[in-house]
């Protein structure tokens, strides 16, 4: 089992800034690909940023060039640097992790709101 606690988010201007971190029980979080998703009022759950066990990264295209997916494995975190936020960013931020193709584990969630 893995268990997953995000952090990080909160309320700020478009254009601001924000770090989101998740971390991550267990021992075998470098084998783990990592994901955050969003969900905003009313629309479906989509993946943001996801990086592989190798450290390779994908983003959605809304969010490329904006925010930027790491992690640390000695801490098992997973950071999301968020930069010129945009009031269409806002949403609950999930992290989530899994093997093969599919996320399994599942964090509680934090909520970004982007003011105009």
């Known amino acids: 089992q893995v268990q997953l606690v995000e952090s990080g988010g909160g309320l700020v201007q478009a254009g601001g800034s924000l770090r989101l971190s998740c971390a991550a029980s267990?021992?075998?979080?470098?084998?783990?690909?990592m994901g955050w998703f969003r969900q905003a009022p009313g629309k479906l759950r989509e993946l943001v940023a996801g990086i592989r066990s190798g450290g390779s990264t994908n983003y959605a295209d809304p969010v490329k060039g904006r925010f930027t997916i790491s992690r640390d494995n000695a801490k098992k975190t997973v950071y999301l640097q968020m930069s010129n936020l945009k009031p269409d960013d806002t949403a609950i931020y999930y992290c989530a992790a899994g093997v093969g193709g599919s996320y399994d584990f599942w964090g509680q969630g934090t909520q970004v709101t982007v003011s105009s």
């Open positions: 267990g021992r075998t979080f470098s084998r783990f690909t």
